[in-house]
DNA sequence: TTGTACGCGTTATCAC
DNA sequence: GTGATAACGCGTACAA
């Protein structure tokens, strides 16, 4: 290092090179340099150890090589393998990823979009669990693009991975099929939108089946094994049903707590089943029958389609719709 | 917004408030300012929706407000659960959290330090699993605070946070006692950090307590459930053993999906036994008999001793150990 | 207390 | 192809 305070810069490298700065950006740059000059920046840069600062660039060029990936609850193993995902999407791009502070209330969202507007992040990937106007307010006037995974809805062109609804369609009709026709649904808080969107596609479905009047829908306060255990523990005829549908795996997981210590056997005197495929799926015993939504591939896409929407904005949007698919274990 | 381009700067408060931009500098960093300007400048503020850009702030203050967290793998419990800290443990301060990539050779958390060099984050959480000269010493010359969080040992004066090595102890000295001296250990792989110390803690534990005879050690080649299950699956005289404790919960996951396949009845025919005490030990059945870290409180604590050294690099440095503590549940 | 002016490190424009 | 130079948006030293 030449100076005194802190890391080289380009002035440094040039210096010691023996050309302007303007050289050594654009060998940095990948831009073309005469070869005679080439050896002697690279040089340079390499006894300097020069690497480029992220401020001035981000300020010169307008762009910080960093996305902010919001998810409402890293708890959840969906969420975590989302995130994985996204890293993976991100290598062998130079973006870095912003995790936002998990936040559950609508103004903690809402804070947290605003504050994209500091510019520290060149682009959003947003899973949010709540359903608020101001937040789509909000994301609608951010100006970097987003990409949304799950079914938000907002009024502006986006990027968008959601899950194709069939997956309790599917699901319902395994289990009417295999256990006949008690079903009980245990959905997550119904004010989120996956509670939303599952519970009516539950509804849906055992009415295409004509099994209304045999299923019956509870709701756990939470999207946690603890909100679950309460839901089942304070339903009556339990008993009665044959198979228990769980509005995901963290859900399905407090099922099978909550039968496990009341010594009834899954799947012989209930079957239990899930939605995520998540990683708890194959720790859980039994091993827990379930819907893949592919959490990793999505959040994978969810990267690319970012990185590609930063790198040309006026690509023609892309909307995929991710479609389940059963996955058998031991549960039911 | 004034500009065409993009969103207000001081330039366009300070123009529309009829200040200088030193005025409206000062009224966004809280210092004085006369009360008759605070009302326009405020006024500006809000109509043009301003927000400092982080860009030029980072680059005129020489600090991004940004930190970065590396954790060796993101589908481990304990691992979400530190990020979870540190998440909270970041709130209230203005600091955002980068995660950095998953990486698990050397020489990708060789590059992922060293690309801290660019300066894109003002601190350092490390967690690595890997032991190498290169890592320490890149870690070493990195002009950025970092605090370590595990059994990493670098030459440099570092906040840290340790585990106590006493973790074994307790366990062993607990199994031997309730199911007898057949205890068998699943570690995790002896080149990672945390695989060395297990390791060595419970060779320490079994020596102490002169069971030696009667214990034995094998080795899951990763920290997940399959490792486990293959480990034990190769073992040949399993069933002699009464109690197994594991090197973390992941682990453990796998030996009690092992036994549960095998018609093995955990604790009856054998204990199973964990660390770490992540959200794993509640879910699975039966509920995990585990040592507590602390791992959250351990990811707050990382985030506060961080941002503290920020702020006061000439601080005394902090040398934090955590105490183990048993969490008696179903398995063990 | 306020305003002017400089520089943080970079990219990009423009003459050469 | 290269080099001088002008921004990018901000914080702050200094002068008023």
């Given at each position: 290092m030449d100076k005194t305070h802190g890391r080289a810069t380009l002035h440094d490298v040039a210096r010691k090179a023996g050309v302007s700065i303007a050289s050594v950006s654009r060998m940095v740059n990948g831009q073309t340099v005469r070869p005679s000059l080439e050896g002697r920046i690279q040089d340079a840069i390499e006894k300097l150890n020069y690497q480029a600062n992220s401020a001035g660039r981000a300020l010169r060029a307008r762009r910080t090589e960093q996305i902010c990936l919001s998810v409402p609850d890293i708890s959840n193993p969906v969420y975590q393998s989302i995130t994985k995902g996204v890293q993976l999407g991100l290598e062998g791009t130079n973006y870095r990823m912003m995790l936002a502070p998990q936040v559950s209330s609508a103004e903690d969202v809402l804070r947290q979009i605003n504050s994209l507007n500091s510019n520290y992040a060149d682009g959003l990937i947003l899973l949010s669990l709540v359903d608020d106007t101001r937040i789509k307010k909000a994301v609608e006037k951010l100006d970097i693009p987003i990409v949304t995974i799950g079914n938000v809805d907002i009024n502006r062109e986006t990027d968008s991975l959601k899950v194709a609804p069939n997956a309790l369609d599917i699901a319902v009709e395994y289990l009417n099929r295999k256990y006949g026709s008690r079903i009980l649904f245990v959905n997550g808080p119904k004010e989120t939108i996956p509670g939303k969107i599952r519970g009516a596609g539950f509804e849906r479905a055992i009415k295409n089946l004509g099994i209304e009047k045999t299923c019956k829908s509870v709701e756990s306060k939470t999207f946690s094994v603890e909100g679950a255990v309460e839901a089942l523990t304070s339903l009556?005829?339990?008993?009665?049903?044959k198979s228990v549908m769980c509005a995901n795996d963290v859900i399905a997981a407090g099922a099978l707590r909550y039968f496990s210590s009341n010594k009834?056997?899954?799947?012989?005197d209930v079957a239990v089943m899930g939605i995520d495929n998540t990683d708890l799926a194959t720790i859980l015993s039994p091993s827990l029958t379930t819907i893949d939504y592919n959490a990793i591939e999505r959040g994978k896409l969810a990267a690319k389609f970012l990185v590609d929407r930063i790198q040309n904005p006026s690509a023609p949007v892309k909307r995929i719709e991710v479609q389940p698919r059963l996955v058998e274990r031991d549960s039911a």
């Open positions: 009556a005829n339990l008993n009665s049903y009834i056997r899954v799947p012989e």
